[in-house]
């Protein structure tokens, strides 16, 4: 079954074009949840005005002084990256059964989605957008750690974006020792499921010359990156 292409949420700020999946495989990730649960923190306005005094913190804390617009482009930032968990869930599913890791793959998301369902988690749910930081931060680190041992282990990208920059932003937003405790999470989950050993196995002489390509498993070229830019305001990006 093929899929068609359409735009996700961070499309129109990284021109990225993304991957819309059929039907079937909607059903077997179920994300409805998780998007419920973005959906109503996203449209809460109290909760997008505690995002942007938490943005000035952040910028403070950055040794800046940000200015509204550079705000509203930092809640724009972390609205994105939230709602783009429940689609790279699907891409790993896809991505996991093109080579064979579904298994370990299905473990990694489970653990993934009882966590956004753990109201009383690192960060509780019930402060709203900010309620969701450390559930999306948790997930998309997470799918990217799988991601880089895939890519050092076969030399090709399994997921056609590198969320890496993006996961550093949000780290920077969260802040310790919140971002300490949730790597934990996020090392103990990839060990538990035995998806590191699993992914080892791929690097074979045999395989290294079937992934020598470096492009994706999408045959989409090299992974591309979320845009960070807008957030020099906020003095989030990389050093």
Not at 46 to 68: F, I, K, P, T, Y
Not at 202 to 221: M, P, Q, V, Y
Request: net charge negative; hydrophobic share 45%; glycine share 8%.
């Amino acid at each position: 079954m093929e899929a068609k292409l359409f735009s996700t949420p961070f499309a129109a700020t990284t021109g990225i074009v993304r991957i819309c999946f059929p039907l079937a495989l909607r059903k077997l990730v179920d994300t409805a949840q998780i998007e419920s649960m973005i959906a109503n923190a996203c449209d809460d306005a109290h909760s997008h005005q505690e995002l942007l005094e938490l943005l000035a913190v952040v910028a403070d804390r950055q040794g800046v002084s940000a200015q509204e617009h550079d705000l509203e482009q930092g809640a724009r930032f972390v609205l994105g990256y939230i709602r783009q968990v429940p689609y790279m869930m699907k891409v790993a599913w896809t991505a996991a059964k093109n080579v064979g890791l579904e298994a370990e793959m299905k473990q990694i998301l489970e653990m993934a989605e009882s966590y956004w369902v753990e109201g009383d988690d690192i960060i509780p749910d019930d402060l709203g957008i900010i309620g969701l930081l450390d559930d999306a931060y948790c997930s998309l680190t997470l799918l990217q750690g799988v991601s880089d041992h895939y890519q050092l282990q076969t030399g090709k990208y399994l997921f056609p974006d590198n969320l890496s920059s993006a996961n550093r932003a949000m780290r920077k937003i969260i802040g310790e020792p919140y971002g300490t405790d949730l790597d934990r999470i996020v090392i103990t989950t990839m060990q538990e499921t035995g998806l590191l050993e699993v992914i080892k196995s791929f690097a074979s002489e045999e395989k290294k010359i079937l992934f020598s390509s470096k492009s994706t498993i999408w045959n989409h070229g090299p992974a591309g990156s979320m845009e960070i830019k807008d957030l020099a305001g906020l003095g989030l990006l990389d050093d």
